[in-house]
C-alpha cells in the first residue's frame, strides 16, 4: 500500500526564518510524482511545488525547495525566509499511478508564522 | 476564469436527509474527483471519473454516489445524510489524470450533518 506520513502536527516560525517541514512516503512504484500542497485559512487548495522521482535534482520554488531523498524515501520542504501569508496546512502528497492520477495525502502539518 | 466550481458553499442537513453537491470545470480536464477533508485525516479519495461516462471508487466511497453528467460537471450525491459524513468536500480536476499532472481544486463545501 502506498502511503504518506507527515509527523509534525503543528509547527511555527519566526517571520523571515526558514522552517523545514517533514514528510516520508512509501511506496513500490520505481517512478512517482511528489507534491506539496499549502491550504489557507481560505480553504483553497493550492499547489507548492512537486518533483519526480527520477529527478536527482531538487525542485525549487522561489522561496520554497525540496530536499528529496529516494532511498531513504523523505521528501521536506524547505520554506525560506517565511512570510505572514504562509501561514497555512502543509500536505504532502504522492502521485504513484494508481487510480488514474489520484494523489495519497498525508494529514498535514499546520504551520504558523509570528511576527 | 472560473477553473472549478463547487456549490454550495456550506450546508446543514439533518440526519436522513438527501443532497447533491455539484462541481463544474472549465478548464476541459478529463479527470475529476472527490475529496473529503476531515481534521487529522488529510484528504480522502471518495470517487473519481477518469473521463466522461466512467466511475470508480476511491478509499471512502460507502453512502455516496457520482454521476459523470458531462466532461464539465461531476457531482456527489449523500442519499441518506448521517453525521459521519460531516466534513469538508473538495471537487478536483486533472489533465490527463497522469503522475505528473498537479490536481486543480474546487474551494470546497462545509458539510454538517446534525
Known amino acids: 500500500a502506498q502511503t504518506v506520513t507527515q509527523s509534525q502536527p503543528e509547527m511555527s516560525v519566526q517571520e523571515a526564518e526558514t522552517v523545514t517541514l517533514s514528510c516520508t512516503y512509501d511506496?513500490?512504484?520505481?517512478?512517482?510524482?511528489l507534491f506539496w500542497y499549502k491550504q489557507p485559512p481560505s480553504r483553497q487548495m493550492i499547489l507548492v511545488i512537486r518533483?519526480?522521482?527520477?529527478?536527482?535534482q531538487n525542485a525549487t520554488e522561489n522561496r520554497f525547495s525540496v530536499n528529496f531523498q529516494k532511498a531513504a524515501k523523505s521528501f521536506s520542504l524547505k520554506i525560506s525566509d517565511s512570510q505572514l501569508g504562509d501561514t497555512a496546512m502543509y500536505f504532502c502528497?504522492?502521485?504513484?499511478?494508481?487510480?488514474?492520477?489520484?494523489?495519497?495525502f498525508g494529514k498535514g502539518t499546520k504551520l504558523s508564522v509570528k511576527p | 476564469n472560473a477553473g472549478v466550481t463547487q456549490t454550495p458553499k456550506f450546508q446543514v442537513l439533518k440526519t436522513g436527509q438527501s443532497m447533491t453537491l455539484q462541481c463544474a470545470q472549465d478548464?476541459?480536464?478529463?479527470?475529476m474527483y472527490w475529496y473529503r477533508q476531515d481534521p487529522g485525516m488529510g484528504l480522502r479519495l471518495i470517487y473519481y471519473s477518469a473521463s466522461e461516462g466512467t466511475t470508480d471508487k476511491g478509499e471512502v466511497p460507502n453512502g455516496y454516489n457520482v454521476s459523470r453528467l458531462n466532461k464539465r460537471e461531476f457531482s456527489l450525491r449523500l442519499e441518506s445524510a448521517a453525521p459521519s459524513q460531516t466534513s469538508v468536500y473538495f471537487c478536483?480536476?486533472?489533465?490527463?489524470?497522469?503522475?505528473?499532472?498537479?490536481?486543480?481544486f474546487g474551494n470546497g463545501t462545509r458539510l454538517t450533518v446534525t
Open positions: 502528497a504522492l502521485n504513484y499511478g494508481g487510480s488514474q492520477g489520484n494523489l495519497i
Open positions: 478536483a480536476t486533472s489533465k490527463l489524470g497522469i503522475m505528473n499532472s498537479p490536481l486543480h
Open positions: 478548464m476541459n480536464h478529463n479527470s
Open positions: 518533483q519526480e522521482a527520477y529527478k536527482q
Open positions: 511506496t513500490s512504484e520505481s517512478n512517482y510524482y
